[in-house]
């Protein structure tokens, strides 16, 4: 199995412009989490799917980030517009429902907004 | 609410030395108990779990017993390696309501050779 594949690894951006992240989750999974990590505030939840509908999203920062799940097998998360603090590393994970409850992380996207 | 906490680091050892990283947790209800790690530059992958009161988890050397009168998940490792460095996460998950995992803020751990 592939494991959860998320694009692009890094992203380098200048303030204002739009961001979009994208996650293919592990074939099977049912729950579809977004983090974001930074040293300063260490692992946070952003939002949260379960069977491609948002159950979660107390965790989204602001109106600039936004996250959709058109399909079981895709996902993504837009800032716009992007500023310096949005900088960090955004994971996505993703689980199956009922089971085991073991998340299953992606490699995550560095995003440098500059 | 749920909350989990984990002792700050960096925790530093040398090679063979015994590791404790020490996890705290408050539920409401009876959680699941985990502990991840994260390579440098890698995402957080699953190193043991246990579900249930005395339970012990255990992975790679690693291991953690799940001790409900203490609230504690305590990790250790009986001889470290280079290869050990890393950031480890303490985390809970309620079999009910949101089920939505409640993570540590990390503890790092390097080991020198």
């Given at each position: 199995d592939a494991g959860v594949i998320q694009s692009p690894r890094h992203e380098v951006t200048e303030m204002g412009q739009e961001v979009?992240?994208?996650?293919?989750?592990?074939?099977?999974?049912?729950?579809l989490f977004w983090y974001r990590q930074t040293m300063m505030r260490g692992l946070e939840l952003l939002i949260y799917f379960n069977n491609n509908v948002p159950i979660d999203d107390s965790g989204m920062p602001e109106d600039r980030f936004s996250a959709k799940m058109p399909n079981a097998s895709f996902s993504t998360?837009?800032?716009?517009?992007?500023?310096?603090?949005?900088?960090a590393v955004y994971f996505c994970a993703s689980s199956v429902l009922g089971e085991s409850y073991e998340q299953y992380f992606g490699p995550g996207t560095r995003l440098t907004v500059t | 609410g749920n909350s989990v906490t984990q002792m700050?680091?960096?925790?530093?050892?040398s090679e063979e030395a015994f590791l404790t990283i020490?996890?705290?947790?408050?539920?409401?209800?009876y959680p699941s108990l985990f502990w991840y790690v994260q390579y440098p530059g890698e995402g957080l992958q699953l190193l043991l779990k246990a579900t249930k009161?005395?339970?012990?988890?255990?992975?790679?050397?690693f291991e953690a017993t799940y001790r409900k009168e203490t609230t504690s998940f305590h990790l250790e490792k009986g001889s470290v390696q280079v290869s050990d460095s890393a950031v480890y996460f303490c985390a809970l998950m309620e079999e009910r309501g949101s089920y939505i995992p409640t993570f540590g803020r990390g503890t790092s751990l390097i080991v020198h050779p």
């Amino acid at each position: 199995d592939a494991g959860v594949i998320q694009s692009p690894r890094h992203e380098v951006t200048e303030m204002g412009q739009e961001v979009t992240l994208r996650c293919k989750p592990i074939s099977g999974h049912n729950s579809l989490f977004w983090y974001r990590q930074t040293m300063m505030r260490g692992l946070e939840l952003l939002i949260y799917f379960n069977n491609n509908v948002p159950i979660d999203d107390s965790g989204m920062p602001e109106d600039r980030f936004s996250a959709k799940m058109p399909n079981a097998s895709f996902s993504t998360l837009k800032i716009q517009p992007s500023e310096p603090r949005d900088s960090a590393v955004y994971f996505c994970a993703s689980s199956v429902l009922g089971e085991s409850y073991e998340q299953y992380f992606g490699p995550g996207t560095r995003l440098t907004v500059t | 609410g749920n909350s989990v906490t984990q002792m700050e680091g960096p925790v530093t050892l040398s090679e063979e030395a015994f590791l404790t990283i020490n996890c705290t947790y408050t539920a409401t209800g009876y959680p699941s108990l985990f502990w991840y790690v994260q390579y440098p530059g890698e995402g957080l992958q699953l190193l043991l779990k246990a579900t249930k009161a005395d339970d012990k988890g255990s992975n790679k050397g690693f291991e953690a017993t799940y001790r409900k009168e203490t609230t504690s998940f305590h990790l250790e490792k009986g001889s470290v390696q280079v290869s050990d460095s890393a950031v480890y996460f303490c985390a809970l998950m309620e079999e009910r309501g949101s089920y939505i995992p409640t993570f540590g803020r990390g503890t790092s751990l390097i080991v020198h050779p």
